[in-house]
């Protein structure tokens, strides 16, 4: 997924997840130019499109690229809110910002008016995860990490993502489960995105389990 944004090879792709791997979670976007292979010209292609959830900067967790942080900074200016109280106040923030004249504003600072209504509409924009609010599926209680996991075992799931190779379905762990396309049904599909949506409940069972790298393989196939 990583290599189909602007700026990021199948090589650096690999090394940004090798990198999170080894040091955890990004802390901020600069934090992205320590991965090998991410230079200054492809930083600037791909910043906007990753992000960063509870980093060190709110702004992170947004597609504003960090060329127009200044320009979201003072939009909170503005209403009266610094960074960190506007996350803290989430939906009062986007209330005062839903009043607010980006318009006016572009010109008052000789801004760009289209710079100004793309920082603006991702500071309004909600960034919880959309997906949180599908459906939850029927998950055993019984199933609290992978240790509980066995060969066989029958339980629903929601699907996360789907991508070219299969799917990642919330079965109820900290990492998703990978559906992978030659286990979606009895008959050949070519194209995951036909038989699976994003939010769709399924039932599945447990195909293999790999503790030591906390992966789990499930199937459809038989149901």
């Not at 944004?5 to 992205?32: L, P």
């Amino acid at each position: 997924l990583l290599s189909h944004i602007s700026g990021i090879k199948k090589t650096v792709a690999k090394n940004i997840v090798d990198y999170r791997k080894e040091n955890g979670n990004f802390k901020n976007r600069q934090e992205i130019l320590k991965v090998k292979g991410v230079g200054a010209k492809s930083y600037e292609q791909m910043a906007g499109f990753l992000v960063i959830p509870d980093g060190d900067n709110i702004l992170d967790n947004t597609v504003i690229h960090p060329e127009s942080y200044h320009i979201g900074e003072e939009i909170l200016q503005e209403i009266g809110f610094d960074l960190e109280k506007y996350d803290k106040e989430l939906d009062v923030a986007r209330e005062k910002l839903k009043s607010f004249k980006y318009r006016e504003f572009s010109e008052k600072k000789s801004y760009g008016l289209e710079t100004v209504k793309d920082v603006y509409e991702a500071l309004l924009k909600d960034r919880r995860d959309p997906r949180d609010d599908f459906e939850k599926p029927l998950l055993k209680s019984d199933i609290l990490n992978i240790d509980n996991l066995f060969v066989g075992l029958e339980l629903e799931g929601t699907v996360r993502n789907v991508v070219k190779f299969g799917a990642f379905i919330d079965i109820g762990l900290k990492n998703d489960a990978l559906l992978h396309i030659s286990e979606i049904s009895d008959k050949f599909v070519d194209d995951p995105s036909k038989v699976l949506a994003v939010g769709q409940i399924i039932k599945v069972k447990i195909k293999d389990v790999d503790k030591e790298r906390g992966r789990v393989g499930l199937t459809r196939k038989g149901s």
